[in-house]
């Protein structure tokens, strides 16, 4: 192995979580190498686009810091910026609520996000994908071995390390979009009920077009495909569909450990999507940060590793707790004939919905 295969840090995968841990690990001096199976790294487009505002993720995750310095969205990788969004019942009559998201190009954003990481010194490996892990050797499709003092496992939910060195199980829902040609208005929406059996469905519209898609949960799905379920949600919007896209979301929350000695994991690997709303690519940067953090502190000071899961859990343990019995709660009532749940959505129960959505607490106790 030659020496410029010797780094402090490999990052395995240079999505959301793998360029944030780069950029945060090499700003404090890392040597970081981030390795990726695609060239360009965020193609093709596997996402709803949708993120919040800096200021509804304030909202959303009160105990994180500095949101504003992790979030530096370009103005090219974002498409539309909306202010309402819609919680859609099947009988299709919305609840409406005030809130600011980002509907993004996703693409442009993760490029923005490598060029951050480049910036603070880490260097990448694209169109390489990663075979397995050894010890401190991670080898790549074709036989190369690269060696780092921290494997982080970043590769989303069909992550490498995660599949060989922990023996953890997600609950992963499917998921099918297109994006479509038209004027679709101005609010996102979210839809709820047997058109996404355990799921949702969504219409973010664009500065053009819309982004709209579905995921569901197969165990709910009375033996209907997902091809099924998506071809009929989409086909009650008319356009011309552009791109076809499709992918898997772990949708069970993140799971026990994320470090097992000099191996961590992050974002969709580590399961970190919010269940609730099904927000990975803000929750993927704040584990990002984390992580790069404290690798930088371990390398220059001796810090442990653990302390990363100490700092989520400070930051994030709330949220993500209160997001998964959100989504434990939902998956009960969108058991639910379409009857039922039509009448569950109403202007009563408006406040409790958008406090599960938003992943806070439902009810006094619960
Ligand atoms: C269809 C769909 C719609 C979604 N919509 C939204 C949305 O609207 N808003 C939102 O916030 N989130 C959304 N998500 C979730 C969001 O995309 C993820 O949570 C987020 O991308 C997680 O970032 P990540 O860096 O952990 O993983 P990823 O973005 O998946 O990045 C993983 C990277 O690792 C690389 N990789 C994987 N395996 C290997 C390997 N063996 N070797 C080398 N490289 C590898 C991949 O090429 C990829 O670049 C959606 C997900 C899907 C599938």
């Not at 077009?209 to 197969?218: D, H, P, S, V, Y």
């Not at 949708?251 to 191996?263: A, D, E, L």
Request: proline letters at 5%; one cysteine or more.
């Amino acid at each position: 192995m030659s020496k410029s295969n010797h780094h402090d840090v490999i990052v395995i995968g240079g999505g959301p979580a793998g360029s944030t841990v780069a950029r945060y690990a090499s700003a404090r001096g890392a040597n970081v190498l981030v390795i990726d199976g695609r060239d360009p790294i965020g193609t093709p487009l596997q996402c709803g686009e949708l993120v919040p505002s800096n200021d509804e993720m304030k909202r959303l995750c009160p105990d994180v810091p500095d949101m504003d310095e992790l979030f530096q969205t370009p103005e090219e990788a974002i498409s539309r910026i909306s202010s309402k969004m819609h919680i859609v019942p099947p009988s299709g009559k919305p609840l409406k609520f005030d809130f600011e998201g980002l509907v993004l190009n996703r693409v442009a954003h993760d490029e923005a996000l490598v060029e951050l990481a480049k910036q603070s010194g880490a260097k990448y490996l694209v169109d390489s994908h990663v075979e397995r892990v050894e010890g401190h050797n991670v080898i790549v499709r074709g036989g190369e071995t690269y060696s780092a003092k921290i494997i982080v496992g970043a590769g989303g939910h069909n992550d490498p390390l995660r599949r060989d060195h922990w023996n953890e199980s997600s609950l992963k829902i499917p998921v099918k979009f297109v994006l479509m040609d038209g004027d679709f208005g101005e609010a996102v929406e979210l839809h709820f009920g047997s058109m996404a059996p355990g799921g949702y469905a969504w219409m973010f519209p664009k500065s053009s077009g819309a982004n709209i898609g579905l995921g569901i949960q197969r165990s709910f799905s009375k033996g209907r495909s997902l091809n099924q379920y998506a071809e009929e949600f989409i086909s009650k919007y008319d356009g011309n569909i552009s791109f076809r896209g499709a992918g898997s979301l772990p949708m069970s929350g993140t799971i026990r450990t994320f470090v097992k000695g000099h191996y961590m994991l992050v974002g969709d690997a580590a399961g970190m999507v919010l269940p609730s709303n099904g927000a990975g690519i803000t929750i993927a940067m704040i584990g990002g940060r984390i992580a790069g953090q404290v690798i930088a502190e371990h390398l220059t000071e001796g810090t442990s590793l653990e302390e990363y899961e100490q700092r989520w859990n400070q930051q994030m343990g709330k949220v993500m707790r209160n997001s998964k019995r959100a989504f434990r709660f939902g998956s009960m009532l969108f058991r639910l004939p379409n009857w039922m749940l039509n009448l569950t959505f109403n202007r009563l129960t408006k406040g409790v919905i958008w406090r599960a959505v938003t992943c806070r607490r439902m009810f006094w106790l619960f």
